[in-house]
């Protein structure tokens, strides 16, 4: 049988493995951030203006197909609007 101490040790006797260092941290992402390649204000603005395009081409879809499921299921069902 599995000695049960072993499998599973008590979690207060474990150790920290890594100390946390709130300036260490900081300057990490601070690194981190100056290797992102960041958008122009052109390409935020063109991509911008897609998402709004597709959200209006999205909504029209949705609600003609809405419009046909609801046309459909009152005539099947025979029920008079």
Known sequence: ???????????RMRTPTM??????FLQEVRT?????????????TITTIMVF???AVSSVFFF????????LVTFILGIQA
């Open 1 to 11: 049988m599995i000695d049960r101490v072993r499998a599973f040790p008590d979690s």
């Open 64 to 71: 003609v197909a809405d419009q046909i499921l609801r046309l």
């Open 32 to 44: 981190e951030t100056a290797k992102v390649t960041w958008p122009t204000r052109r390409e935020t």
């Open 19 to 24: 100390a946390f260092s709130p300036f260490k």
């Open 53 to 55: 395009i597709m959200v």
